[in-house]
């Protein structure tokens, strides 16, 4: 090659017939393009690996941002498995003692003024067919005190009632010390003490004898009860027999107030008919409760702070869902380089969109994942020592996820569409 | 795919970026890249340089005029042809670089192939043939940040080359490289030249474009000469 061959050429004096007869080629050839320059492809398991491998070149803000989701699903997942948790406990509870107990009093309404009901009561209520079981507590009237040195006033709110051996029975009551009343002393001047009256009393244990001054004369402590779960009023009051109350206090046996087990099957029926049963003539004045109903309100009231926990649990997962948003809006910014060589390297609008998308959803599903198993170990440890059954509802474990891949997708679309909107030209400029 | 035609070819090409004023990249610029030729596509900072590569390998469309690759006509395509077009018939070199950091040389080769839907396994395979020929052979499982700034370039070259392009599109190769790194690359393209492929490089250093054998200056966006040592295609 020589010099003379090295020549100046103006653009615009290009050889004219060689351009028609490219422009006759670039025709015919126009269909075979389509055919023969294939579309730009990428795999799903190439979107998946090329999504977390973005996300592995940044672990830390990859696992910072999936914290976010992690913690809110982890509060919502652990609050509904807490509440379920707990109110299983609260059934089972209610289970044990069963829901078939119902509590007769004298009314406190118009014209009731004695609270008593009449002295038949308990014999008539026994009649009843759907009735199982029947126990009366008696108000005596009288004060209990630690010791007769004790001002007559200072009652501690402790009531004494009389009562008979089936009330153990009745009311499902179990003893923390000594024994209850039996039918040997039932007309003996002995008493059982519930638990809180024990306490107000400062009656720890019966391993040394225990007296106290009930009604201007020592009785001995036979035992303490438990709490009772279906009649609280018990555990502030002193129990004695019956028959003691007769023998030592003069007292007229006019029940205040009537334990009634009834057939589980027949409980509405029957507490329609109790009141009429008692006191045909007033039947008004008879007051029929259910204290299964205060445990069951019980329950429904920490459902509604389980709504309140929910809702926070809703807004950190809000947080964590406009966190992964950010990350990837940065990411967005930082990573223009990358998204220009994809395009030079054949990368459709689409694809980046989808990887972009992709990462969103890994972030928040990982999130999501972890924060499922962190709610259910948060449930797992907290109900296991407060001796529940660890209850996990599919709710709480299928909506965790779906939430946080919902989130993903709603965090994810907005950086998505700018990554593929973004220009290569600009971003793979040299100067 | 017409193997008689120029590889790439703008016709009357014009590209403006709205503003005020409007900034003309370039001005009316007609002119044919052969099959095998190597070019250099020289003039200063700013001058339209980096926009006419970009058009010419449909990363950017023109304003006006008409852009062919191989005798297709590119104007009328849409986005999803336009990047098969790049991922399989243009490679291109940055003078940045762009390789994925955290992920292995092999693997930043073989994601020239990433789009268009190869399996791994044969992806990795044409890496491997590809890094043996630019001389990376012993350094498939480096990450970019082991690599020297030469030896980066190489794998760019590599990855331009790894889906067989009808040519290369290089901007400003040598532009982040010290002299040594710079002639090494520069014998790279000339020794891919000499296997016969069609290999443009955008650049302001007038020794290296001096050394090829055609050169396009460019002043404002306009095709200022045109010099080269045989005439035509």
Redo the contacts between chains.
Sequence with gaps: ?DGS????????D??VS??LV?VE??RS??S???G????????LS?VI??GL?SL??RKLRSVLSALGIAIGIASLVSVLGLSDSSKSALLDQIGALGTNLLTVEAGSGFGAGDAALPGTAVATVGRVATVEATAAVYSVGVGVYRNDLVPEDRTGGISVFATDPGLMGALNGSIAHGAFLSEATRAHPVAVVGAVAAERLGIRNLDTPVELYLGGRWVEVLGVLEPFALAADLDRAVLIGDHAAETYYDVELAPTVVYVRVDEDHIDATRDVLAGTIDPENPEEVEISRPSDLLEARSAAESSFTGLFLGLGAVALLVGGIGVANVMVIGVIERR??I????????????IRRQFLTEALTLASLGGTVGVLMGVSVTYVYATTQGWRVIIPTVALVGGLTASVVIGAIAGLYPAIRAARV???EA???? | MNPAAPAIELRDVSKRYAGSPPVIALDRVTVQICQGEMVAVVGQSGSGKSTMLHVMGTLDQPTSGSVLIEGIDTSALPDDRLAAIRGRRVGFVFQRFFLLPGIPTIDNVANGLLYTGTSRSERRTAAEAVLDRVGLGDRMWHRPNELSGGETQRVAVARALVHRPAFILADEPTGNLDSASSASIMDLFHSLHSEGRTIVIVTHNESIAAALPRRLHILDGRLERDVRGSSGC
């Design positions: 090659m061959n090295a020549t100046s050429v103006d653009p615009r290009a050889d060689g351009d490219t080629l670039a050839d126009q075979a393009l389509n023969a320059i294939a579309p730009s492809r990428l795999r190439e690996r090329v491998g592995a070149a380089g990358e220009g060589l994809r395009r030079a390297i054949g990368a459709t609008r689409a694809h220009s290569p030209t793979l400029r040299s100067d």
